[in-house]
């Protein structure tokens, strides 16, 4: 099976299809999603949360990123791998260029961060050095204890402008994919249909280009049981694999996420 890279995954978008992603931590997980088909992996800093059994991702260092970008690029053989920047180690251009740098040469191919228009220039500067990005906006849980605990975010007219905003500035800036959480479905379906590059939603509902869930979620093996996550392991008698392949068939036909997952 072919390496899936980011011009696939754009091309998808142009033609109206939708793309599968889902986090993995490890080698066995990355070569079952690679047999399957699962278009991306995110190697989340949610390792925080259901690896190390940490409250937030806020004590997630980059060596611990490094460590587990690593275990899934070995085993990987098809999936595009997207490596996440743990907390404050993009606060200036300068330490994100050394933070990409060392997510990249752990195997990743585009680097994901959290945050709005004050992204812009690092954004510009990793794309004029060539490094794929992918901003995360909505829910950011780097900033979580800011924000006020996990809540859905753009709800009011204010809010949902500045997001739609800061979506078309990263976008101009350079950022090749988008990642929206816990939006409601109408307003990411205006951020998706604004925006040239793909859109990925956790919690955004349907009409966007691509869906991700946390692993041990959508296998329901985690505490937590947020609104926007199906148990797809449930729903395949308990089979991991079978219940990779559901998502990534139930992604493909619209299927997931249904009204049940979304947020008005
Ligand atoms: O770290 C992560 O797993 C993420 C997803 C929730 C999108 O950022």
């Known amino acids: ?59 997630v260092t980059l060596e611990h990123m490094e460590y587990h970008i690593e275990c899934v690029a070995r085993a990987n053989r098809h999936c595009l791998i997207i490596g996440d920047m743990p907390y404050m180690s993009y606060s200036t ?31 510009r500067g990793l794309t004029d050095r060539g490094i794929a990005v992918c901003t995360h906006l909505g829910l950011t849980p780097q900033s979580v204890d800011s924000l006020g605990g996990f809540k859905v975010q753009g709800r009011d007219d204010d809010t949902a402008n500045t997001m739609l905003k ?47 869930l946390v692993l041990y979620d959508m296998l329901g093996i985690s505490p937590f049981r947020a609104k926007f996550v199906r148990n797809f392991m449930a729903d395949a008698q308990g089979d991991i694999k079978a ?20 947020f008005e």
């Not at 990411?188 to 040239?196: D, G, S």
């Open 1 to 59: 099976m072919k390496y899936t890279s980011i011009s696939h995954i754009e091309q998808l978008k142009a033609k109206g299809e939708k793309f599968s992603c889902l986090t993995a931590y490890d080698a066995t997980f990355a070569s079952l999603m690679s047999d399957i088909g699962i278009d991306v992996i995110l190697v989340g800093d949610s390792l925080g949360n259901v690896i190390q059994g940490q409250k937030t991702t806020v004590p």
């Open 166 to 212: 800061d979506a078309k500035r990263l976008e101009a800036a350079g950022a090749r994919m988008l990642v929206l959480e816990c939006v409601p479905s109408k307003l990411a379906k205006e951020i998706a249909e604004a925006l040239t590059i793909p859109v990925m939603g956790i919690g955004a509902g349907v009409d966007v280009d691509g869906q991700v």
């Open 243 to 262: 219940a990779l392949q559901l998502y990534h068939d139930e992604v493909k036909a619209q299927n997931f996420p249904a009204a049940e997952h979304s």
């Open 93 to 123: 251009s300068e330490e994100a260029y050394q933070t990409a740098r060392r997510i990249m040469q752990a195997g990743a191919q585009m680097v994901k961060l959290e945050g709005g228009a004050w992204l812009e220039d690092t954004i």
